[in-house]
């Protein structure tokens, strides 16, 4: 920080004017999941400068996220100097989140419902903290970092364990919606005969494109993202070769609706959707050239997210500095 409270634990009034983060300014991520909680020190300009993964034996409740979260931080004050650098926390949640408090709305798969989140967090660690869907910060990392770097119009769409976020920037700002639900591309019909999504509405895309159907097709159990690349790759199976034909003409339903109705320059995939992209990108561009407007089709290419696994570290960091930049008086 270039000046504030010398003390962040224990900020009182308002802080100076002239808050601004200096260029040692650092940013800490917070990722909770169902199997661990991931923290992350993040220096300006998206340099992840340390992640600490743990691990838990069970889906963890809200309060139990805040607690191992206070813990990691804790064990990294020191050696950042977090007093003095840190200008607040960002947190990635794989679930619906109103952005103007932080409040967890739904977090299907961690099972947290209207969990006060941002507010219990602050209270933990005595740092200001914002908190995001999970996609939208990754959106946000990849037009900053990543893919989308200087581009003003692009979707982003991630494919993972538990389904598939999405996100866009448009005219050069997150796409956020009312209360920052925007951009669930994963609940967008692309099969009006499909299967009943946990969402309640049917043939939802995450219910037709998925991780678990591609690992049963190529018969693997859990691999990581680049294991299940390499396997689809290699397969010379032709059940494999029509399931992947099968979640790229899918796909594709999602991707034409997405350029008809946002006319972005460029469509970011990541996770195993990145891989699908990998393995027969020529198919993917046809099926959705073939059924966009021309008009909309001819200005937006397709790309892989760059970031990788640091990806959601970059974002949720980001998030805390460019709250900090755009209102200052907020914190
Ligand atoms: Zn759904």
């Known amino acids: 920080m270039v000046e504030?409270?010398?003390?962040?634990?224990?900020?009182?009034?308002?802080?100076?004017?002239?808050v601004r983060p200096g260029p040692r300014a650092l940013g800490i991520a917070i990722n909770p999941e169902i199997d661990s909680i991931t923290v992350g020190i993040v220096g300006l300009g998206g340099t992840v400068l340390r992640r600490v993964r743990f691990s838990v034996d069970h889906v963890p409740s809200a309060a139990e996220a805040v607690a191992i979260s206070a813990q990691l931080i804790d064990s990294l004050r020191e050696e950042f100097d977090l007093a003095h650098r840190a200008v607040g926390v960002g947190v990635a949640v794989p679930g619906l989140v109103r952005t103007h408090d932080g409040l967890v709305r739904l977090a299907p798969h961690l099972g947290w419902v209207d969990e006060p989140l941002a507010e219990m967090l602050e209270e933990a660690i005595g740092l200001p903290v914002v908190a995001a869907n999970d996609a939208r910060l990754g959106t946000l990392a990849e037009s900053i970092f990543g893919a989308g770097r200087g581009l003003?119009?692009?979707?982003?769409?991630?494919?993972?364990?538990?389904?598939?976020?999405?996100?866009?920037?448009?005219?050069?700002?997150?796409?956020?919606?009312?209360?920052?639900?925007?951009?669930?591309?994963?609940?967008?019909?692309?099969?009006?005969?499909?299967?009943i999504c946990h969402c309640g509405a049917r043939g939802c895309l995450e219910t037709e494109v998925s991780r678990s159907s591609l690992l049963r097709a190529v018969g693997l159990a859990d691999v990581d993202a680049d294991e299940l690349e390499n396997a689809l790759l290699a397969s010379d199976s032709p059940?494999?070769?029509?399931?992947?034909?099968?979640?790229?003409?899918?796909?594709?339903?999602?991707?034409?609706?997405?350029?008809?109705?946002l006319n972005p320059?460029?469509?970011?995939?990541?996770?195993?959707?990145?891989?699908?992209?990998?393995?027969?990108?020529?198919?993917?561009?046809?099926?959705?050239?073939?059924?966009?407007?021309?008009?909309?089709?001819?200005?937006?290419?397709?790309?892989?997210?760059?970031?990788?696994t640091r990806l959601l570290m970059i974002g949720a960091a980001e998030l805390a500095f460019e709250s900090i930049l755009s209102d200052p008086s907020s914190f």
Request: proline letters at 4%; zero cysteines.
């Open 152 to 195: 003003t119009d692009l979707v982003y769409l991630n494919g993972g364990a538990s389904g598939i976020g999405g996100g866009a920037i448009v005219n050069g700002a997150p796409l956020r919606g009312i209360s920052g639900y925007a951009g669930e591309f994963g609940h967008t019909l692309v099969n009006s005969s499909g299967v």
């Open 4 to 18: 504030s409270e010398p003390n962040s634990r224990n900020q009182v009034g308002r802080p100076s004017p002239i």
């Open 265 to 308: 320059q460029l469509i970011v995939l990541g996770g195993f959707l990145g891989a699908l992209y990998a393995v027969d990108a020529a198919r993917l561009e046809l099926r959705v050239g073939e059924q966009s407007l021309p008009s909309a089709r001819d200005s937006v290419r397709i790309a892989r997210a760059e970031l990788g």
């Open 239 to 261: 059940i494999v070769a029509a399931e992947i034909i099968r979640q790229i003409d899918t796909l594709a339903i999602t991707l034409r609706n997405a350029i008809n109705t």
